[in-house]
C-alpha cells in the first residue's frame, strides 16, 4: 500500500511493458504471478527471465500491446501486494525521459559532434516527435519537434 501513495495505476500503466521487462528477470514472487495469470506466455516469460537478450522478448512486449487493460490491472494488483518488489523512484529515474520538442541545439559539422549528440539523445533519452537540421556558416542547428 505504500507504493500506492507514490504511483497511481494510470501511472503504473504508463510504465507497463516496462514493469514487465523488469520484474519477470528480477523478481521471483512477478514471473510467478505473471506465469499464473497468463500461461501462454510460460516459456517466453521463462526464457526471458534467464536471457533479457532472447527472441521471446518481443513475443512479451506483442502480449502486452494486444492486451494493454488486462496487463496493466495485472501490474497494479501486483505492485499493491507486493510493494517491495520494485523501488519506484530509481525505477521511474531509469525510465523517465526528457521532453526536447521546441527545442533547437546547435553542433560542428564533424561526424564526431553528430556522434556525440546521437549519445547524448540517447543517455538523457531525449523524446520528440520529429528533428529537422539546418545549417549557419559554422554550425548544424538541430531542431526538435
Not at 495505476?9 to 510467478?32: C, H, R
Not at 495485472?74 to 517491495?84: G, I, M
Not at 556558416?137 to 531542431?143: L, Q, R
Request: hydrophobic fraction near 40%; glycine fraction near 2%; proline fraction near 3%.
Amino acid at each position: 500500500m505504500f507504493i500506492m501513495m507514490f504511483m497511481k495505476k494510470d501511472e503504473i500503466s504508463f510504465y507497463g511493458v516496462m514493469i514487465i521487462l523488469e520484474l519477470i528477470p528480477t523478481s521471483k514472487n512477478y514471473l510467478d504471478a505473471y506465469i499464473k495469470q497468463f500461461p501462454e506466455n510460460q516459456s517466453d516469460a521463462l526464457s526471458y527471465s534467464t536471457d533479457t537478450s532472447c527472441s521471446c522478448k518481443q513475443t512479451l512486449i506483442d502480449h502486452y500491446n494486444n492486451n494493454t487493460q488486462i496487463v496493466n490491472e495485472f501490474n497494479s494488483s501486483f505492485v499493491e501486494n507486493f510493494p517491495k518488489e520494485i523501488d519506484w523512484i530509481a525505477f521511474v529515474k531509469r525510465h523517465e525521459v526528457v521532453n526536447v520538442a521546441g527545442t533547437f541545439i546547435k553542433i560542428d559539422k564533424t561526424p564526431e559532434a553528430y556522434y556525440e549528440l546521437t549519445e547524448r539523445m540517447s543517455r538523457e533519452r531525449w523524446a520528440f516527435r520529429h528533428m529537422s537540421v539546418s545549417t549557419d556558416e559554422e554550425k548544424y542547428v538541430v531542431f526538435f519537434a
